[in-house]
């Protein structure tokens, strides 16, 4: 009959009055879950953990790293006299010149690069919190690229100093510095390389390259890791573009804070670096002048021996293989690797001669 249920109709109702009270009951137990996740949270929010990458390290800011290392790193600012063209007179040029530095301990050490202080008049050194100091020139190296200065003023903030050879292509990496003139200024980057040398920047190079952004002013600022740490020391960006082309982007160089803990190390004890000296100049050979004599890859050839070189035994046209235990490829490596090691040390070698013996001798450095 018109407007009485059938059994079908009875049965949907049923089915609805059944789901209603499964809602209900589902709603009042998700209603005490959060409140019993309000209450854990609010006794233990060190429970909390937050999201991770996908190797499981933590993704946050790097707030935490730039907050600890930026008190550290302080502005240059230096006055230059320079002669115009075509006269013997001299214009002051006030204000123009900038740089940066880091602050590496609380002894007043400040290290910076040698080009931001090179034939400096005055250099006024300003540190984040707005005090102003002239330095002292500890020491320069130019071959480096580095020099050290000292302030005498309390309660210095000071660096972390970190290890720039643990450094993997890709980490995360800031650099900080006096951008353009807008002090503490921060960039981020990655390293997109390390061991970047024949620059043409300084002799002895090895530099950390990155795409963190380094423009004029960054000069002898901090490149730190994540955890707020100096792995480098931000030197110099490519400048290599034709008229028609572009300044490159995203390619800078810092030199490596474990080269700068050695030249620090020695401008601070004798106001300049001594270094060994293996009496050759060698040139490169690329990997077709190297087959014809069976070496695997690029090496170094000797053009002249002295010193030591010579008492060791090698001779001009040596190929040079191995230097201190090291496969060395090109000049530069091998410059590192014996500018490294100290006066009167022993150090291997091993060369290859034009008949294609192979030579494996010590030489103690001047």
């Given at each position: 009959?018109?407007?009485?249920?059938?059994?079908?109709?009875?049965?949907?109702?049923?089915?609805?009055?059944?789901?209603?009270?499964?809602?209900?009951?589902?709603?009042?137990?998700?209603?005490?879950?959060?409140?019993?996740?309000?209450?854990?949270?609010?006794?233990?929010?060190?429970?909390?953990?937050?999201?991770?990458?996908?190797?499981?390290?933590?993704?946050?800011?790097?707030?935490?790293?730039?907050?600890?290392?930026?008190?550290?790193?302080?502005?240059?600012?230096?006055?230059?006299?320079?002669?115009?063209?075509?006269?013997?007179?001299?214009?002051?040029?006030?204000?123009?010149?900038?740089?940066?530095?880091?602050?590496?301990?609380?002894?007043?050490?400040?290290?910076?690069?040698?080009?931001?202080?090179?034939?400096?008049?005055?250099?006024?050194?300003?540190?984040?919190?707005?005090?102003?100091?002239?330095?002292?020139?500890?020491?320069?190296?130019?071959?480096?690229?580095?020099?050290?200065?000292?302030?005498?003023?309390?309660?210095?903030?000071?660096?972390?100093?970190?290890?720039?050879?643990?450094?993997?292509?890709?980490?995360?990496?800031?650099?900080?510095?006096?951008?353009?003139?807008?002090?503490?200024?921060?960039?981020?980057?990655?390293?997109?390389?390390?061991?970047?040398?024949?620059?043409?920047?300084?002799?002895?190079?090895?530099?950390?390259?990155?795409?963190?952004?380094?423009n004029i002013g960054n000069s002898g600022g901090a490149?730190?890791?994540?955890?707020?740490?100096?792995?480098?020391?931000?030197?110099?960006?490519?400048?290599?573009?034709?008229?028609?082309?572009?300044?490159?982007?995203?390619?800078?160089?810092?030199?490596?804070?474990?080269?700068?803990?050695?030249?620090?190390?020695?401008?601070?004890?004798?106001?300049?670096?001594?270094?060994?000296?293996?009496?050759?100049?060698?040139?490169?050979?690329?990997?077709?002048?190297?087959?014809?004599?069976?070496?695997?890859?690029?090496?170094?050839?000797?053009?002249?021996?002295?010193?030591?070189?010579?008492?060791?035994?090698?001779?001009?046209?040596?190929?040079?293989?191995?230097?201190?235990?090291?496969?060395?490829?090109?000049?530069?490596?091998?410059?590192?690797?014996?500018a490294s090691t100290q006066p009167g040390e022993r150090?291997?070698?091993?060369?290859?001669?034009?008949?294609?013996?192979?030579?494996?001798?010590?030489?103690?450095?001047?």
């Amino acid at each position: 009959m018109p407007g009485v249920p059938g059994p079908a109709s009875r049965v949907s109702m049923n089915q609805i009055s059944n789901r209603w009270r499964t809602t209900g009951y589902i709603a009042r137990a998700v209603t005490a879950g959060l409140a019993v996740a309000f209450l854990v949270v609010l006794v233990r929010p060190d429970l909390i953990v937050p999201p991770t990458g996908s190797e499981g390290t933590p993704v946050a800011s790097f707030a935490d790293a730039v907050a600890a290392s930026s008190p550290a790193v302080a502005n240059i600012y230096t006055e230059r006299t320079l002669t115009a063209p075509g006269t013997g007179l001299g214009r002051a040029l006030r204000g123009g010149f900038l740089g940066s530095a880091v602050v590496i301990d609380q002894a007043g050490y400040l290290v910076t690069n040698w080009h931001v202080i090179r034939g400096a008049d005055e250099i006024r050194v300003q540190l984040a919190d707005g005090r102003v100091a002239a330095p002292e020139i500890v020491g320069t190296d130019p071959e480096t690229e580095l020099a050290l200065l000292k302030i005498d003023l309390p309660d210095l903030p000071s660096i972390r100093l970190g290890r720039s050879d643990e450094l993997e292509v890709g980490e995360v990496v800031l650099a900080i510095g006096n951008s353009l003139g807008l002090s503490q200024t921060v960039t981020m980057g990655i390293v997109s390389a390390t061991g970047r040398g024949q620059l043409n920047v300084a002799v002895f190079e090895d530099f950390i390259q990155t795409d963190a952004a380094i423009n004029i002013g960054n000069s002898g600022g901090a490149l730190i890791n994540s955890q707020g740490e100096l792995v480098g020391v931000n030197t110099a960006v490519t400048s290599s573009a034709t008229r028609d082309q572009a300044p490159p982007e995203g390619i800078g160089f810092a030199i490596p804070v474990n080269l700068v803990r050695g030249v620090m190390a020695q401008l601070i004890e004798h106001g300049r670096v001594i270094r060994g000296y293996l009496g050759v100049e060698v040139e490169d050979l690329s990997i077709r002048d190297t087959a014809p004599f069976g070496i695997d890859g690029s090496a170094v050839q000797l053009r002249s021996v002295e010193g030591p070189a010579l008492t060791a035994g090698l001779r001009p046209g040596d190929i040079l293989t191995h230097v201190g235990g090291q496969r060395v490829f090109n000049r530069q490596q091998a410059m590192n690797i014996v500018a490294s090691t100290q006066p009167g040390e022993r150090l291997e070698v091993r060369a290859t001669r034009l008949d294609g013996r192979t030579i494996n001798t010590v030489a103690v450095l001047e």
